[in-house]
């Protein structure tokens, strides 16, 4: 059967952003920025962004258009004989399956937040009443499930349509829509009263808030967002890989990924931060920040059943290009392995995430007293082992298969990296990928563990 690939350069960069720009862009990128010393922070998250995160995206975008399969059978294809590095294949894919066990749950909350706000029920509820609209969604499993299953079913019936018809063709209008919703949310953003204050917190180096809470903090905090924001390591990227042309290098097309996942993580910054400031609200870390903190804000703000639509139809955007990518990479991986049609891949897998995302919704109520590792709730735990193990631990094994001789190699893998136009990776950060890389993530992975 003939491999599938993407209509367009602009569709495959649009879908690959998709998948890595997610709620964490969002609710996550601005608070820790603010947190530690906003633009001294920025810097330094752009510099590992660029030492780290574009590396291994090659890295795990060569394994595919490589070897032109989903991740098991690419492996196996560019592993050497009799070694197991396919094994790690599995582990991606048990990754992607446990992180829309929660992604869906959470995915669902933004699109019922979009509801609620575009169909004025929040036009009844006073500012001090906003907390309890949240607590009354968890403590609801039957509302938690009906939005989950609404973004499970879409999210299979757009990737039913096949990769160029059905995702590359709706995460490019969503992609567009959420680039064109960023640009008017932060020119609403600049006209509020207090919007300057917000930003200068925001973005200005605060030289006293690192030294509060300490340059190696800040390093790490930096080093940890560069990595997570674009979600390598469970081979969530390197199914795209396998459509890709080889027109361009595949250092060119990373760097584009990696921009436009900044773009949006520090555009959303220029949301919050105003906002929070504007209306005298902490801007707090977690959910509460986009669920409770902002929800407040918009219940203040003139206009605010507009505003705060419109921002929750782009947070509901930024998290379902995200589900359809990494279902595509569930069905790849089904049609690939087990030579199973797309309509049975769908269907089974539909069925399937629609089970196991029971227990994250029920995790709020009927299961509310139910603790996990270390104490957490069951979306903490399923986050846990995707964002703390799995990640790093996957980054790490891509990065020795292609940078030692016992895996694919350096040779082959610089040779994949470098075919096409565009921006060429030295032969001189050999070293660098082969000893410094694997450290970097090391520490990643015990902080993460610790």
């Not at 509801?115 to 929040?122: L, P, V, Y």
């Not at 968890?138 to 059905?166: D, Q, R």
């Not at 096409?420 to 050999?430: D, L, N, Q, S, V």
Request: proline share 3%.
């Amino acid at each position: 059967m003939k491999r599938e690939s993407f209509g367009s350069r602009v569709g495959f960069l649009l879908v690959s952003a998709g998948c890595a720009i997610g709620i964490g862009n969002v609710w996550k990128f601005p608070y820790v920025a603010g947190q530690n010393g906003g633009g001294v922070f920025v810097l330094f998250y752009l510099l590992f962004l660029l030492i780290m995160g574009v590396p291994v995206l090659t890295m795990e975008l060569a394994v595919g258009r490589a070897g032109r399969q989903s991740v098991v059978k690419a492996y196996k294809t560019l592993e050497p004989e009799g070694s197991k590095w396919h094994i790690h294949g599995w582990i991606g894919m048990i990754g992607c399956y446990l992180l829309m066990m929660y992604y869906t749950t959470v995915a669902g909350w933004m699109l019922g937040y979009f509801f609620k706000f575009a169909s004025g029920q929040f036009k009844r509820v006073q500012a001090e009443a906003v907390e309890s609209v949240y607590g009354n969604m968890l403590a609801n499993p039957l509302e938690m499930t009906i939005w989950m299953s609404i973004i499970v079913v879409v999210g299979f019936i757009v990737c039913s349509f096949g990769l160029k018809k059905g995702v590359e063709r709706i995460s490019t209008v969503m992609m567009i829509g959420l680039l064109a919703l960023i640009v008017v949310l932060v020119i609403n953003g600049f006209t509020l009263s207090n919007a300057m204050e917000g930003i200068r917190f925001y973005l200005l180096p605060d030289f006293g808030k690192v030294k509060e809470v300490g340059l190696g903090n800040v390093i790490t905090a930096a080093m940890n967002q560069s990595f997570f924001t674009l979600s390598i390591g469970i081979s969530s990227m390197q199914i795209f890989g396998s459509y890709m042309s080889k027109e361009h290098t595949l250092g060119s097309e990373s760097i584009r990924i990696c921009g436009l996942d900044t773009f949006v993580a520090l555009m959303s910054g220029l949301i919050i931060f105003p906002a929070c400031f504007s209306f005298g609200v902490e801007p707090d870390a977690g959910p509460s920040l986009i669920f409770i903190t902002l929800s407040k804000v918009f219940v203040n703000m003139s206009g605010g059943r507009l505003w705060g639509s419109l921002f929750f139809l782009f947070m509901t955007f930024a998290s379902f290009t995200t589900v359809i990518a990494v279902f595509e990479n569930l069905l790849a991986g089904c049609m690939d392995n087990f030579g199973w049609s797309r309509k049975k891949s769908v269907i089974l897998n539909m069925v399937f995430i629609l089970i196991a995302s029971l227990p994250c919704v029920l995790g709020y109520n009927v299961l509310n007293d139910l603790r996990l590792i270390g104490g957490r709730d069951i979306l903490d735990t399923e986050d846990f082992i995707v964002s703390n193990l799995l990640l790093p631990s996957g980054a790490l094994v891509f990065v020795l298969f292609c940078a030692t001789r016992w895996g694919w190699g350096f040779d082959n893998y610089l040779n994949e990296v470098n075919t096409g136009k565009g921006f060429k990776m030295p032969r001189a950060i050999k070293p660098y990928v082969q000893y410094i890389l694997p450290i970097l993530i090391l520490v990643i992975l015990i902080q993460g563990l610790l």
